[in-house]
């Protein structure tokens, strides 16, 4: 009787990982490409076309990396059930999740707007709605909590997390276009990128209609 009363919930923990593992592996695409361009500012490489604009100023670029990192990696948390049932935890993540998730969608825009871009770049339009799409997002999450609407802040949060993550989308996009096809031309490329960005809000929208279709279930 004890030995088969203790199976079920060992099942149902190992069934909550999948998700945010596969998040953390996404999210690892963006961090190593992170930790690459801190050391590239960091050891003295070679200043070129590519680059120029990061060491011009380091500042914006390192907020961005940092903070994506961060939000990245922590916000996959949020999408384990145990943890996310957990005020203190749900609480104290998400009071370092949103200056992050924010410190990274600014930072971006800004680099977007201001940074002196290599010659022929044509993704600014759409990194820059993308990135104001997080921005709103989040700031429309953090209006739900303040009214204590659990379910439209769940949304929102899910949304921005889903565009903070995007870099790592782009990677799975675009690889398979240059593996079959070759480099993708400027345009082709920055079509690419905001295609990974609407395959992650598509999934985002997917996973908030079935938390909402489950919670009726249970009312």
Not at 112 to 118: H, W
């Amino acid at each position: 009787m004890p030995t088969v009363a203790t199976a079920p919930p060992v099942r149902r923990s190992r069934a909550q990982w999948p998700v945010p593992a596969g998040l953390i592996l996404l999210s690892l695409i963006p961090v190593l490409a992170g930790a690459s361009r801190l050391t590239e500012l960091t050891g003295g490489a070679a200043i070129t076309p590519a680059n120029a604009r990061f060491f011009a100023s380091p500042v914006p670029v390192v907020i961005h990396i940092l903070s994506v990192t961060i939000y990245s990696l922590l916000g996959a948390f949020q999408f384990v059930p145990s943890l996310r049932r957990r005020r203190g935890w749900h609480r104290i993540a998400g009071r370092i999740l949103v200056p992050a998730g924010l410190l990274a969608a600014l930072s971006g825009l800004w680099m977007a707007l201001f940074y002196v871009l290599p010659a022929g770049t044509t993704d600014v339009p759409i990194r820059l709605f993308f990135g104001s799409a997080m921005l709103v997002s989040l700031i429309m999450g953090l209006l739900a909590i303040r009214r204590r609407d659990f379910v439209r802040h769940s949304a929102w949060m899910t949304r921005g997390y889903a565009i903070g993550i995007a870099a790592g989308t782009q990677a799975l996009v675009i690889l398979p276009w240059m593996l079959l096809v070759g480099p993708p031309d400027e345009l082709t490329g920055a079509l690419l990128m905001g295609a990974a960005w609407v395959i992650n809000l598509a999934v985002a929208e997917y996973v908030i209609h079935r938390r909402s279709l489950l919670s009726a279930r249970t009312q």
